[in-house]
């Protein structure tokens, strides 16, 4: 006997690695250059030079000790260089006692989800959202609602929020820019939840936590604000990667930042220790704690994800495509040309287009484009996508 809940994970189907893998049959029919792989949301461009130059430049100097175990927490000089970086940019002044250094945004996001859960709580997300807040979510023992999206502009259906928000609600997860949508949610979106998180919590007399997941917190286009949500909502808890910004994923970084004037603060980041302790995480990879955090005020090349969604946005709008206009991440979100976005998603696979369907995102009738590829191959693309577009007249 194996536990059914793991099983069920284990053995689930995922639509995009099978997207992925029919891509690498299809590519030994048809030739890797003739299909157009969408699915995946893996940065397309390199580390910054600093990143791999930092790292051999530690393992010259410090071969030894950079690889034994740090703190839990973090390697404190790490831990510091991260809190320096953001009061720089945010005029904020964490110290490094604030943050708890992590397997990426995903551990992040599990830690702060085990911390915060007591019996019969709930968390909120917004749709589309990354289907793994579910996973997560449920892991800690919690149960996620989801707030159905707002499809004109990917901002809040705040009517369906309050709908929905209640006392049992422990925390609300937003992502902004966003996973699927590249939508980033606006200084007066923020400021509107924040009020009603405010009063909500003050009627039910507990706080209610914002998590705020920020992998792609620094990709963005023409100039677009994402402002600094623990400075609009108080009880804000941080959960970062360098997974996107430094096109790092395999490296497994990220943090989780617990702000001193949240309430119950201390408890929180002790209980987040305890939630990474229980998972067995017992510290974030040493080398790349060093190297991320001596690279945290840099990015890799996000402009070419901004010219590539550029491209692909006024492309599939000529063509009679609705797409929302991202303000950064690297993806698209387009309306499918008929309601079921599976069958849409089928039949682009016909033109050896890989879209991910929005069913999976909690946003269905729409489908997933991710634009971190070669520019040439979107270029390449547009026939195919014209002809989807007339293969529905
Ligand atoms: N949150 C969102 C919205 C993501 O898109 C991802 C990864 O794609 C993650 C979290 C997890 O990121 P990480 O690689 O840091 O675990």
Redesign the pocket.
Known sequence: MVSERMLGLGTARSVIRELFEYGKQRAAVVGEENVFDFSL?NPSVPAPAAVNENAIRILHEDGESIHCYTSAQGDALARRRFADSLNRRYGTQYTENEFYVT???????CCVFGALTCPGDEFIAFAP??P??KVFVEGAGAKLTVVPPEIEQFQIDFDAFGALVNEHTKGVII?SP??PTGVVYSRETLERLSAILTEKSAQYGHPIYLIS?E??REIVFHGTEVPWVPQIYRDTVV?Y????SLSL?GE???YVLVPTDITDAADVYAAVAGAGRSLGYVNAPSLFQQVTSLCCDMTSDIRVYERNCDLLVSALRDMGYHVTQPGG?FYLFPRSLERDDLAFSERAKQFDLLLVPGSGFGAPGHVRIACCVQTEMIERALPKFRALAESYR
């Not at 990667?241 to 996107?244: G, Q, T, Y």
């Open positions: 949301g397997v990426g945004a995903a551990a992040a996001l959202y990354f793994e807040y992502n966003n996973n997941d992998p792609y959960c990667s360098f997974s996107k994923p497994r970084l990220g991440a």
